[in-house]
């Protein structure tokens, strides 16, 4: 690069300021393009997950939830983790606060992404009361008063072990359709 190109690009860098709240959201997918803005308007939506008094779930007990009405196939394959992951948001080291906000912020990014895997790395502690068990034992909390998840439960140990969970969202209405569609092209 001469200098010269390197100047016009400080100028045409110039007023660019760097993305908010996307530091620990890793996309897989190329995210949907319908609003770049998405996280700031998240932001300031008012975020329903519930905070304040928690039972702490041992380190011994993995985490594992299956809505009702899903097969134990689905959570046993999400376990084993025969899923394709869609995205991972990463929390580790951060304040409750700060998760809850990325969480409900990246649920529902992935919500109009329409995305189903993802992968949530919440870290482990050696202890109980770590931060990391927190973190773990609010997701738990969290997790499930999202309508769209179906199941989570622990990852396997090259996607974080008992530090990372993978998370199965149902399918939306409109990749319904398109399987619908699919299938209906098949039988003809």
Known sequence: MSLKDEDLFKDAMEDVTPLKDCANIHWLKSPSPKS?????DDAQLDNPLT??????????LPLEYKAEGIQQGVLDKLRQGKYPLDASLNLLRQPVET??????????QAQR????NLLIIHGKGREDDAHA??????????????EQVQAFCS????????GACYVGLK????????????HAKRSR
């Open 51 to 60: 905070s304040g008094f928690l039972n702490v779930i041992p380190l011994s």
């Open 155 to 162: 990852a396997q140990r090259h996607h974080g072990g008992s």
């Open 133 to 146: 068990n927190i973190v773990r034992s609010y997701l738990a909390r969290w997790l499930p008063q999202f």
């Open 171 to 182: 399918k939306s209405e409109q990749a319904r359709l398109e399987n619908r569609e699919r």
């Open 113 to 116: 992404g329409n995305f189903r």
């Open 99 to 108: 998760c809850r906000q990325s969480l409900y912020s990246f649920m529902l």
């Open 36 to 40: 770049p803005r998405a996280f700031e």
